[in-house]
């Protein structure tokens, strides 16, 4: 292979720029070939940072709504009352809640590195539909 046959999508410039330039150059003064501009790869790309918002906001709205009344906010609330000390029951119960957080992302994400979303998103509804026959059947056989 010879090394001016690179191939003419990697440059960035169409054949026709390149002709011409070779037209161009025939006189032998040799001045660089026209490039295209180059943009910068900018980190905080406005998009991923709207679709950070987005999931943020999703999983903010879902587990707020999933804990309220729910046993734990509960147990908070009966441990506050019972010890006098609202701040340290928060700090404790924040602290447990973000370790449990962490848990299930990094499980997640484990899980996500292994297995394609379709596996996941399948064996996620199977669990839930395990779970939902379970408490279904706790209540009507179990009492």
């Known amino acids: 292979m010879k090394v001016d046959s690179a191939p003419l999508g990697i440059s960035g410039i169409s054949p026709s720029e390149i002709e011409l330039e070779l037209k161009d150059s025939n006189d032998f003064n040799l001045t660089p070939a026209p490039c295209l501009p180059v943009q910068p790869v900018v980190a905080d790309n406005p998009r991923k940072q709207e679709s950070s918002l987005v999931v943020f906001g999703t ?11 729910d046993k734990t906010q509960l147990s908070t609330l009966l441990m506050s009352a019972e010890s006098h000390s609202p701040w340290v029951v928060f700090i404790g119960s924040a602290a447990a809640l ?36 379970m408490l279904f059947w706790d209540v009507f056989v179990g009492h």
Do not use: D, H, Q, Y
């Open 59 to 69: 999983t903010f709205i879902t587990i707020f709504l999933a804990e309220i009344g």
């Open 98 to 133: 973000i370790t449990t957080s962490l848990l299930g992302v990094l499980l997640g994400s484990w899980i996500a590195n292994r297995l394609s979303p379709k596996t996941v998103e399948k064996s996620a509804g199977v669990m839930l539909l395990l779970i939902s026959l």
